[in-house]
């Protein structure tokens, strides 16, 4: 991919990570730092490597996305609303009672969510699901699943990369959010996760390690899994939890934290923008 269009998609995670703040201080509820982590990823799927179609959400012939880690739905609503699922203005109603953009994605309520995800270590094997009955299909369609690293300490992950290896999954690709960092404070103190490229490889999986906020690095990564035969793939991308904004970078204190008044504008001059409240 020319420069120009990695430059592009790197302008537009920032736009999105903008929209991630303002909608979280909004709420002043909702997960911020996996949301930040997530963004490079998130925006290199919807705006470059999936097929999908906002217009017709459910067209059969489109990519699916699971976003396993749920609690990181704003960096899915914000992508949606960008690519014109639903109204930009309605990211200002997240977590409100009544909103069809609630704290975990609900397929029930929001245009483009396929699946309600958040009970983590689920959203794997649902992702096989989906993978295994687009391949009854005869469907060239591919599945998309994005976990974090803290949720790898949950054992149905492992069965499910166990099932996906298996059935020969190539259709699946896995994207592991490893920001090292969960609610309770370090990955590796509450549980340790890691080697996680030599465990999802014991499974039969083929392994791609990258920077995860390396726009061009994840747009090559995803088109070497789509290229990959015979076996499910995972991209294991490096991150900083709260990504962009420097007073919330690998700080788990900000997993669970929306901006404050006083820290908005602040955050917003860390990423690029002006505040206007």
């Not at 999105?16 to 963004?39: F, M, N, P, Y």
């Not at 998130?42 to 012939?61: E, I, S």
Request: net charge negative; charged share 20%.
């Amino acid at each position: 991919m020319d420069s120009e269009k990695i430059a592009q998609l790197q302008e537009k995670a920032r736009q999105l990570r903008v929209d991630i703040v303002k909608t979280l201080h909004k709420s002043q509820s909702g997960h911020t730092g996996g949301s930040l982590s997530a963004i490079d990823m998130v925006t290199a799927l919807y705006f470059q490597v999936m097929k999908h179609n906002p217009a017709d959400p459910a067209w059969p012939g489109r990519d699916r996305f699971v976003l396993c880690k749920g609690h990181a739905a704003p960096a899915l609503y914000v992508a949606l609303a960008e690519a014109g699922y639903f109204p930009k203005e309605d990211l200002m109603t997240l977590r409100r009672l009544g909103s069809h953009l609630q704290g975990h994605p609900d397929s029930k309520q929001t245009p483009g969510v396929e699946v309600c995800t958040g009970s983590l270590g689920q959203g794997l094997s649902m992702a096989n699901g989906m993978a295994l009955g687009l391949r009854l299909d005869g469907s060239s369609s591919r599945v998309y699943a994005l976990l974090g690293d803290g949720e790898l300490q949950e054992g149905q992950v492992w069965e499910a990369a166990m099932a996906a290896g298996h059935y020969k999954l190539d259709n699946l690709c896995a994207l592991v959010d490893v920001n090292r960092l969960q609610i309770d404070g370090e990955v590796a103190k509450v549980m340790a996760v890691e080697p996680v490229t030599d465990k999802f490889r014991a499974f039969g999986w083929n392994v791609i390690d990258i920077d995860g906020h390396d726009m061009g690095a994840i747009v090559t990564a995803l088109g070497q899994a789509a290229e990959a035969k015979g076996k499910p793939t995972v991209i294991v991308a490096r991150t900083v939890k709260g990504k962009g904004v420097s007073f919330f970078e690998n700080k788990a204190s900000y997993h669970g934290v929306a901006p404050s008044d006083e820290e908005l504008p602040k955050a917003l001059e860390c990423l690029g923008e002006q505040c206007y409240l």
